[in-house]
Nanobody
Framework: QVQLVEFGGGRVQAGGSLRLSCAASGRTFSMYAMGWFCQAPGKEREFVAAISWSGGSTYYADSVKGRFTIPRDNAKNTVYLQMNNLKPEDTAVYYC?????????????WGQGTQVTVSS
């Protein structure tokens, strides 16, 4: 099992940047694919970005390509979501998740979420 805790949410103006962090417990972090998802009020949770266990493959939703990146540091058991050129429509609760098989899998473990608010 792995436990996930997100950090770094907050309020920022449009065009600004935020970096979210997701710290994982356990010694097998490097074996998991990791992903970020978001859920805006009244909407379903949706995929944002994902990275393979090695970091060699990354995947992004079309809405964030060119603005967000998802690096990971297996030595620190941490995955990040670097969010640049933020837009008001990026406002949501952001969750990190871990999957034992594939970055585009169904995801077995979830964090509690962190709020990101982008003002215009």
């Amino acid at each position: 099992q792995v436990q996930l805790v997100e950090f770094g949410g907050g309020r920022v103006q449009a065009g600004g940047s935020l970096r979210l962090s997701c710290a994982a417990s356990g010694r097998t972090f490097s074996m998991y694919a990791m992903g970020w998802f978001c859920q805006a009020p009244g909407k379903e949770r949706e995929f944002v970005a994902a990275i393979s266990w090695s970091g060699g493959s990354t995947y992004y939703a079309d809405s964030v390509k060119g603005r967000f990146t998802i690096p990971r540091d297996n030595a620190k058991n941490t995955v990040y979501l670097q969010m640049n050129n933020l837009k008001p429509e990026d406002t949501a609760v952001y969750y990190c998740a871990a999957d034992q098989d594939h970055p585009l899998g169904k995801y077995d473990y979830w964090g509690q979420g962190t709020q990101v608010t982008v003002s215009s």
